[in-house]
């Protein structure tokens, strides 16, 4: 029992001194002195100082003056940019990507199922990465409601989402939702849709179902103000009120798709029912109808040149992000993987090569533009005076193959230093060493071998694992 006791009392008093040391720091006053500031808006700044208070971005230019107590960090000869947003993630969701038991699952939320202790977080860190978009997965035409985060790992998970960010949910399109990809289970109906058609019939009725819902609400909140005594609530449909919120206005489209055909009829349903999707998640054919996209005001979040996994996405061209932009559609780039997550920076870099994007668009397809497809641009994704403080400190341009994050910030405060990282690198082996010993980490009876290390590889790793699917 007292090793017992020991073992815990070890792993709390490690873990409370690495949290403080990497990212525990508090929003005090920080001036980052002497970078290069890529500002995602008004262009590079050189040799140029921010000044951070209460979380926020108080003043950027030259020689700046802060209090005698402001945390000074040198930058120079290191570049600064606003922090990397990923619009399409299934980052800390604990496994739990999918509700396959219906093809509408509206009802459910990514908000339950969020892991704030997953090691992807501080690898995303690593890779300048401070904020997503958490989505359901794609085995449903119209999934799970999303949450839009920011990564401040080793806080509570109460710290996580962005309190005004709007709320969104996830459709989806083509072969995972209609999962004749998958094996049906003997003895088992297979689940409908099994074709592109069913798909989106099962949209165009949720949605149908969805007004005849409003307009009841309509008639009882209308008769409620006119204090009629045979006014009766209709009965509450949790599948519905999303989507009613939708036809509302109130809650955004995130929709998963490859196929031109399948993503301009699903902009021509939501013309049909009158709302306008956010983005088209993924998209490769997007190119083939930009000017459709772009007269809706929606969204693209892509990738740059992942294809070579499933048939779906045989069409697409690395040009994808160019095209978009050059027809005035809001580009972003995401990542749908633990693993891309962390070289967004590099993602980015491929649209100066593919089309020559601007260095400035092309940077904004990774900070600004996902900032502006989750509405959260009002505080995130550029470098300007009264946003958040969510920065990277780069050791080289990001563009470049040998960029790394040297420190990222979150309103203010580390959550990933690389220097403090490396210097308790030590310290966590010798943990690792200790805990390894221990009786309690032992096959029972044998005192013999050490435990397994457990493999990293989850079944919910990526939307679009090879194979999978639609699993996630």
């Known amino acids: 029992m007292k090793k017992f006791t020991a073992f815990f009392l070890l792993q709390i008093l490690l873990l409370t001194a690495f949290n403080f040391a990497v990212f525990g720091q508090t929003k005090k006053e920080v001036l980052i002195r002497n970078a290069t500031v890529i500002t995602a808006i008004h262009g590079n700044l050189e040799n140029t100082d921010i000044l951070i208070q209460n979380g926020k971005i108080a003043r950027i230019g030259k020689n700046l003056k802060a209090a005698s107590n402001t945390q000074v960090i040198d930058a120079s000869g290191k570049f600064v940019t606003p922090g990397i947003i990923d619009c399409h993630s299934h980052a800390m969701m604990d496994g739990s990507v999918n509700e396959f038991s219906y093809s509408v699952t509206s009802m459910v939320t990514t908000r339950d199922i969020l892991n704030p202790t ?16 958490l989505l359901h997965g794609s085995a449903n035409s119209i999934g799970g409601q999303n949450t839009v985060v920011k990564f401040k790992y080793g806080r509570a998970v109460e710290d996580f989402p962005v309190a005004d960010a709007p709320p969104g949910i996830k459709f989806a399109l083509g072969e995972n939702p209609k ?10 109906t297979p689940r409908y849709p099994r074709t592109r058609m069913g798909v989106m019939e099962t ?25 009629d005594k045979t006014a009766v609530a209709p009965r509450r449909e949790l599948e519905l009120e999303p989507l009613v919120e939708i036809l509302e206005g109130k809650r955004l489209v995130h929709s998963h798709g490859y196929r031109s055909d399948e993503l301009l009829n699903v902009l021509l349903l939501a013309d049909e029912f009158g709302f306008r999707v956010a983005t088209l998640q993924h998209a490769l054919e997007a190119y083939k109808i930009a000017p459709e996209i772009a007269k809706r005001g929606t969204g693209v979040s892509i990738f740059t040149d992942s294809w070579g996994y499933k048939l779906e996405a045989f069409d697409a061209i690395p040009y994808n992000a160019y095209i978009l932009w050059k027809n005035g559609v809001n ?5 749908d993987s633990e693993e891309r997550i962390r070289r967004l920076n590099l993602d980015a870099a491929k649209v100066e090569k593919y089309g020559g994007v601007p260095e ?14 989750l509405g959260i ?26 960029a790394r994050a040297d420190m990222t910030m979150i309103e203010g405060e580390v959550f990933f230093d ?11 082996q010798r943990e690792r060493e200790t805990l390894e010993k221990l009786d309690i980490n032992r096959p029972p009876g044998s005192g013999g071998t050490a435990p397994k290390i457990p493999s990293e590889k989850r079944q919910a790793d990526r939307d679009e694992a090879v194979g999978d699917g639609g699993n996630h």
Not at 119 to 132: D, E, K, M, P, Q
Not at 331 to 335: A, D, E, G, L, P
Request: net charge positive; glycine share 4%.
């Open 331 to 335: 580009v972003s780039i995401n990542s």
């Open 360 to 373: 400035e668009e092309a940077l904004k397809m990774i900070t600004l533009n996902p900032a502006k497809q």
């Open 203 to 227: 949209i165009r009725d949720a949605f149908l179902r969805a007004r005849d819902y409003r307009r009841a609400l309509d008639d009882y909140r209308a008769k409620v103000d006119k204090k």
């Open 118 to 133: 997953d090691i992807s977080i501080y690898r995303a860190l690593a890779g300048g990465v401070t904020a997503a978009n």
């Open 179 to 188: 999962q004749t990809n998958q094996p049906t289970q003997p003895g088992r």
């Open 377 to 402: 641009d009002k505080r995130t994704g550029s470098i300007e005076q009264g946003k958040d403080a969510d920065i990277v400190i780069w050791n080289a341009h990001p563009f470049s193959v040998y």
């Open 418 to 428: 690389r220097a403090k990282d490396l210097a308790n690198r030590d310290a966590l």
